[in-house]
T-cell receptor, first 112, second 115 residues
Framework: DGGITQSPKYLFRKEGQNVTLSCEQN?????MYWYRQDPGQGLRLIYYSQIVNDFQKGDIAEGYSVSREKKESFPLTVTSAQKNPTAFYLC???????????FGPGTRLTVL | AQKVTQAQTEISVVEKEDVTLDCVYETRDTTYYLFWYKQPPSGELVFLIR??????QNEISGRYSWNFQKSTSSFNFTITASQVVDSAVYFCALTFYNQGGKLIFGQGTELSVKP
């Protein structure tokens, strides 16, 4: 079955540590996205990539970094520069026809 | 400004009631796409519907229906005869042609359907 996988489901980080969230898709989609969701709020775009080896900042990119070395993979690193990283992170991918974005199950990150 | 507003933060209904979730958007673009997603407690977003700006036909899918009105920049979602399984957070979202598919989300409406 095609879809998007994210790992881990839950992640705990100590202050000052960098952590990397995994996102993999087998939908053959060119575009991939990372969104952040805070309690009671909508999703905000962190980074997106429309093609391999290229990515753009979204609305809240500070403190995050990404890479897109393979079409299937779009990992997100939450760096120590991100002051308030505790949130729910959702990865999505998008085909070429402006149909729906497919979302992964999410990673819940907690800073201890 | 490009923005999506879901003014209803929380709605609580009793099973079998009808409920309408409001979505108002702002844009000056003429080509855009509107979406509704459902987020159950598990957290994953489930796609419900996509509508492009040139198609103002209302749509019905089972107990779900959508009313798109460009004159009022609204894309409202109605659940008929609500069920407990409809309890979730519902998001309205907007994207534009040639904008890389970036979605602009509303704040979400948390729907609670009580038995």
């Amino acid at each position: 079955d095609g879809g998007i996988t994210q790992s881990p489901k839950y992640l705990f980080r100590k202050e000052g540590q960098n952590v990397t969230l995994s996102c993999e898709q087998n939908l053959n989609h060119d575009a991939m996205y990372w969104y952040r969701q805070d309690p009671g709020q909508g999703l905000r775009l962190i980074y997106y990539s429309q093609i391999v080896n290229d990515f753009q900042k979204g609305d809240i990119a500070e403190g995050y970094s990404v890479s897109r070395e393979k079409k299937e993979s779009f990992p997100l690193t939450v760096t120590s520069a991100q002051k308030n990283p505790t949130a729910f992170y959702l990865c999505a991918s998008f085909g070429s026809s402006y149909n729906e974005q497919f979302f992964g199950p999410g990673t819940r990150l907690t800073v201890l | 400004a490009q923005k999506v507003t879901q003014a209803q933060t929380e709605i609580s209904v009793v099973e079998k009631e009808d409920v309408t979730l409001d979505c108002v958007y702002e844009t000056r673009d003429t080509t855009y796409y509107l979406f509704w997603y459902k987020q159950p407690p598990s957290g994953e977003l489930v796609f419900l519907i996509r509508r492009n700006s040139f198609d103002e036909q209302n749509e019905i899918s089972g107990r779900y229906s959508w009313n798109f009105q460009k004159s009022t920049s609204s894309f409202n979602f109605t659940i008929t005869a609500s069920q407990v399984v409809d309890s979730a957070v519902y998001f309205c979202a907007l994207t534009f042609y040639n904008q890389g598919g970036k979605l602009i989300f509303g704040q979400g409406t948390e729907l609670s359907v009580k038995p």
